[in-house]
């Protein structure tokens, strides 16, 4: 089974100042690696996702995130955030090549202030 | 049009009643998905269809019916619920069940409250 830990309930940050959200994961088999973001009143959106290759991996809006295996995480930064960026991210993973269930962490609620 | 659509936005319903969530899916995609949002929780999977058969059932409890008429629409048939299952429930589309990765496009949910 596989389990995600975001260690940050909310992160508060000023605007333009850059942004790490942590994620960690614990899995007994190979994982693919998604970051979603929740806007108020809003569906969850896909920022980004790691599959396999390059382990940096870039996303929407000017997110991204690198995956490291050894420390089993994957971590969220954005060197420079906007107002905009004001929502809640969700970090989850699923057993590669097989069934998709997504199991999700907790979430991380990012407040932007300027 | 949003690629997934849920209605209604905001339900509010007593003990007794009997209610559906609707879900329909623009995007071709083959499976669907039931997702439960409590605050403070992580999300929690709660039913998946591909191509109109239910592949999982998370242990929910029988209050909860899905119905999959087709693979672009999800309905969710709710009847005498408790409190405890005020929550915002979001429904999910994916082109197959995540083999090679391919990522939920979520619906805006529909935020229930249990009088």
């Known amino acids: 089974a596989q389990s995600v830990t975001q260690l940050d309930s909310q992160v508060p940050v000023f605007e333009e100042a850059p942004v790490e959200l942590r994620c960690n994961y614990s899995s007994s088999v190979s994982v693919y690696l998604f970051w979603y973001v929740q806007y108020p009143n809003q569906g969850l959106q896909l920022l980004l996702k790691?599959?396999?290759?390059?382990?940096l991996v870039k996303g929407i809006n000017g997110f991204e995130a690198e995956f490291n295996k050894s420390q089993t995480s994957f971590h969220l930064r954005k060197p420079s955030v906007h107002i905009s960026d004001t929502a809640e991210y969700f970090c989850?993973?699923?057993?590669?090549?097989?069934?998709?269930?997504?199991?999700f962490g907790t979430g991380t609620r990012l407040l932007v202030s300027p | 049009e949003t690629g997934v659509t849920q209605t209604p936005r905001h339900l509010v319903m007593g003990m007794t009643n009997k209610k559906s969530l609707k879900c329909e899916q623009h995007?071709?995609?083959?499976?669907m998905y039931w997702y439960k949002q409590s605050a403070k929780k992580p999300l929690e999977l709660m039913f998946v269809?591909?191509?109109?058969?239910?592949?999982e059932n998370n242990s929910v409890p029988s209050r909860f019916s899905p119905e999959c008429p087709n693979s672009s629409h999800l309905f969710l048939h709710l009847h005498t619920l408790q409190p405890e299952d005020s929550a915002l429930y979001l429904c999910a589309s994916s082109q197959d069940l995540g083999q090679k990765g391919s990522p939920l496009h979520f619906g805006n949910g529909t935020r229930l409250t249990v009088t």
């Open positions: 989850a993973v699923t057993p590669r090549g097989g069934f998709q269930k997504l199991v």
């Open positions: 269809y591909n191509f109109k058969e239910q592949t």
């Open positions: 790691y599959l396999s290759g390059s382990t």
């Open positions: 995007l071709g995609h083959n499976a």
